[in-house]
C-alpha cells in the first residue's frame, strides 16, 4: 500500500501532459486548409489550361472543316460543269429512231462485207495460184535463155529448180506430166559438166602479163674488148685497139655453133610489135572464153602458138614455157552440150491451159451464192 500511493506533487503532472496535443490542433487544421487551397488552385490552373487546350483544337478543326468545305464547294463546281458538258453533248446526239436506223445500216453493212470478203478471198486464190504457175513459167523461159545464150548450167539448174518448187506447191495431181518433164530437165543438167570460163580468162591474163618480159635468147655482147687486152702491150696501142674492138663488136658476132638453125635476135621496134601481136592473140582468146566462142578461142590460141614459134627462140626458157602453157590452155572446153527444154516448157504450158477452165468454173460456182444472197437481203 505504501508502493502504491504516490504524494500529490507527482501525480499532479500526469494530469497535465495531455494539455500540450490540444494547442497543436489549431496548426493541423491550418496546414491543412493551404494544402486544400492549393489543391484548389492547382486544379483550377489545369482546368484553365484544359480550357485553353480545347478552344486551340476547336480553332483548329474549324479550320480544317472551313477547307474541306471549299475543297467540296470546288468539287461541286467541277461537276456542275461537267453536268453542263454531258448536257449539251447529249442533246447533239440523235434521236433513238435514228440510232436504230443506223444500227440496221452498220449490220447491213457488215453482211455486206462479210460475202464481198468471201468472193475476193475465192478470187484472190485462185489469182495466187495463177501468179504462181506464171512465175514458174517464166522460169523456164529464162532457164532456156540461159542455156542457150551464155551456155549457164548452174543458172539454168537454180531456175529449173525453182520451177518445180512452184508446182510442188500447187499439189495438183494434173501437174504430173509437167513434174515429170522438169525431173528430167533436172537430171540433165545434172549430168553436163560447166566450163571453167573465169579460170580460163584469168589463166590467160596472166599469160598477158608475161608477155612483157619476153626477150631475145642471145643478149647483147657485154666484153667490149676486155678480153684481148692482154695481147697487146700497154701504151697507146692497147687503148686504140680496145677502142677499134668495141666499134666492131657492135656489128660481128663469133658463133662457134654456127650447125645450128640460128634465128635473127629481135630487137627495138620490132620486138615491141611482136610482143603486142601476142598480147592481142591472148586477149581475144579471153574473150572467146567468157562468151563460150569454141572457134575463136582456137583460133586465137593457135596465133599465139605461131607467133611464139616464128619469133621467139625454143632454147628460150620463157617462151618454152609460154608455148607448152598456151597448148595446155587450147585444150580446155568453153563451150558445152546444152540440155533442150523446149519440152518441158510445152508441157507446163500445156498444163496451164488445161487448168485455166477449171479455175474459171470454179470462181463462178462460189461467185452465184454470194449474188443469191445479196439477192435476198436486199428487199
Same mark, same amino acid.
Given at each position: +500500500? ?22 497543436? $490542433? ?7 486548409? /493551404? ?19 480545347? !478552344? ?9 472543316? *472551313? ?38 445500216? /452498220? ?15 475465192? /478470187? ?15 522460169? *523456164? ?7 542457150? $545464150? *551464155? ?6 539448174? #537454180?531456175?529449173?529448180?525453182? @520451177? ?47 608477155? !612483157? ?24 696501142? @692497147? ?27 629481135? @630487137? ?5 610489135? !611482136?610482143?603486142? $601481136? ?11 572464153? *567468157?562468151?563460150?566462142?569454141?572457134? !575463136?578461142?582456137?583460133? #586465137?590460141? $593457135? ?18 614455157? +609460154? ?39 470454179? /470462181? ?5 451464192? @454470194? ?9
Amino acid at each position: +500500500m505504501s508502493e502504491t500511493t504516490l504524494p500529490k506533487d507527482e501525480v499532479q503532472p500526469a494530469f497535465e501532459a495531455p494539455a500540450e496535443p490540444a494547442t497543436a $490542433a489549431p496548426q493541423r487544421r491550418g496546414n491543412g486548409l /493551404v494544402i486544400l487551397a492549393l489543391l484548389l488552385g492547382a486544379a483550377g490552373v489545369a482546368v484553365g489550361g484544359w480550357g485553353v487546350w480545347q !478552344v486551340r483544337s476547336l480553332q483548329t478543326n474549324n479550320q480544317q472543316q *472551313l477547307g474541306q468545305l471549299q475543297a467540296l464547294g470546288d468539287q461541286a463546281q467541277t461537276l456542275k460543269l461537267n453536268e453542263q458538258r454531258l448536257t449539251a453533248r447529249l442533246e447533239q446526239l440523235p434521236a433513238a429512231e435514228e440510232l436504230e436506223d443506223r444500227r440496221r445500216l /452498220v449490220a447491213q453493212l457488215q453482211g455486206d462485207q462479210q460475202r464481198l470478203n468471201q468472193r475476193l478471198e475465192t /478470187v484472190l486464190g485462185a489469182s495466187r495460184k495463177d501468179w504462181r504457175l506464171a512465175e514458174a513459167e517464166h522460169l *523456164l523461159r529464162l532457164a532456156s535463155l540461159r542455156l542457150s $545464150a *551464155l551456155q549457164d548450167i548452174s543458172s539454168a539448174h #537454180a531456175l529449173v529448180q525453182g @520451177a518445180d518448187e512452184i508446182l510442188r506447191e500447187q499439189n495438183d495431181p494434173a501437174s504430173f506430166a509437167a513434174r515429170e518433164q522438169l525431173a528430167k530437165s533436172l537430171a540433165a543438167l545434172r549430168s553436163t559438166e560447166q566450163p571453167d570460163r573465169t579460170g580460163l580468162f584469168l589463166q590467160l591474163g596472166a599469160l598477158r602479163d608475161q608477155v !612483157v618480159e619476153l626477150s631475145a635468147l642471145a643478149p647483147e655482147y657485154q666484153d667490149r674488148g676486155e678480153s684481148l687486152l692482154g695481147l697487146t702491150a700497154d701504151g697507146d696501142g @692497147a687503148s686504140r685497139w680496145a677502142q677499134w674492138w668495141d666499134e666492131i663488136s657492135r656489128y660481128i658476132r663469133i658463133d662457134f655453133n654456127a650447125g645450128k638453125n640460128i634465128r635473127p635476135l629481135l @630487137a627495138g621496134q620490132s620486138l615491141i610489135q !611482136v610482143r603486142l $601481136a601476142l598480147s592481142l592473140a591472148l586477149e581475144q582468146a579471153q574473150w572467146a572464153a *567468157l562468151n563460150g566462142q569454141a572457134a !575463136v578461142y582456137t583460133q #586465137a590460141l $593457135a596465133e599465139a602458138r605461131d607467133v611464139l614459134k616464128s619469133n621467139f627462140n625454143q632454147d628460150n626458157p620463157q617462151s618454152k614455157l +609460154m608455148l607448152e602453157r598456151v597448148g595446155e590452155l587450147s585444150k580446155q572446153p568453153v563451150t558445152v552440150i546444152t540440155p533442150d527444154l523446149t519440152s518441158t516448157l510445152s508441157t507446163v504450158q500445156a498444163y496451164l491451159e488445161r487448168r485455166t477452165p477449171s479455175v474459171e468454173e470454179s /470462181v463462178n460456182t462460189s461467185a452465184k451464192p @454470194a449474188a443469191n444472197t445479196e439477192q435476198e437481203t436486199s428487199p
